[in-house]
């Protein structure tokens, strides 16, 4: 099995700063891309960030310049530093995962984290 766990989420005010941690654990060879997406009521889930295994990183528009994904390889977890947040922050924030579980698996699987809460609000 795999798992990833998100935390570090939580209520924080306009212009404020959280960071979220997504740890990887269970059967798992290697880690290729992970990403952060995040869903509000009512709306698609999207990708706010990713990051490739070698570390190059994609933005979203919407957060470039505030957000800085990160990773560590050797520990299998997967960082969201959110600077200057906006309400419009305000959503479940997801950590997305492509993992090769065993050294002979051909392919890598997708995987998600249950979210955690991010509300952006005076």
């Known amino acids: 099995q795999v798992q990833l766990v998100e935390s570090g989420g939580g209520l924080v005010q306009p212009g404020g700063s959280l960071r979220l941690s997504c740890a990887a654990s269970g059967d798992i060879f290697s880690i290729n891309a992970m990403g952060w997406y995040r869903q509000a009521p009512g709306e698609e889930r999207d990708m706010v960030a990713s990051?490739?295994?070698?570390?190059?990183?994609n933005y979203a528009d919407s957060v470039k310049g505030r957000f800085t994904i990160s990773r560590d390889n050797a520990k299998n977890t997967l960082y969201l530093q959110m600077n200057s947040l906006k309400p419009e922050d305000t959503a479940i924030y997801y950590c997305n995962a492509h993992i090769r579980r065993y050294h002979y698996s051909r392919f890598y699987s997708e995987y998600w984290g249950q979210g955690t809460q991010v509300t952006v609000s005076s």
């Open positions: 990051v490739t295994s070698g570390g190059s990183t």
